[in-house]
């Protein structure tokens, strides 16, 4: 996660989706999220914050989204690809605040309005 000094290994081969790698993210971060709101919400946080999960990761509709880093250091959006071709060609996975996807220079497909699908 960018902004964040510490850095987490995934192993991919662990899950068989997008929308399980997806939980897995979550699952490492929302702790870490939920510290820096209460830090900067003074110290006051209710229960339902401190377990809001991160959504939106794989269509870049919420506040975060993935984007990894494949061999030839092109970033892409997580779901663009087939799984399995995600998985042989993936470097790095980052966690990106989604306002900050317009400044990078990402290649992404254009994601169907209608069917919001991924693979």
């Not at 850095?7 to 971060?29: E, T």
């Not at 939920?34 to 339902?48: F, L, V, Y």
């Amino acid at each position: 996660m960018d902004g964040v000094p510490i850095g987490r290994k995934v192993d991919l081969r662990a899950y068989d989706s997008y929308k399980k790698l997806s939980a897995a993210v979550d699952d490492l971060f929302r702790g870490l999220l939920a510290a820096q709101r209460d830090s900067s919400a003074g110290g006051i946080q209710s229960k339902e914050e401190e377990e809001k999960p991160i959504t939106g990761l794989l269509d870049g509709r919420g506040e975060y989204t993935l984007v990894y880093e494949d061999y030839e250091g092109d970033r892409m959006l997580v779901g663009d690809v087939p799984w399995q071709m995600f998985v042989s060609t993936v470097k790095r996975l980052r966690v990106l605040k989604s306002s900050e996807l317009s400044v990078l220079s990402i290649g992404c497909r254009k994601q169907d309005e209608g069917s919001g699908a991924l693979h």
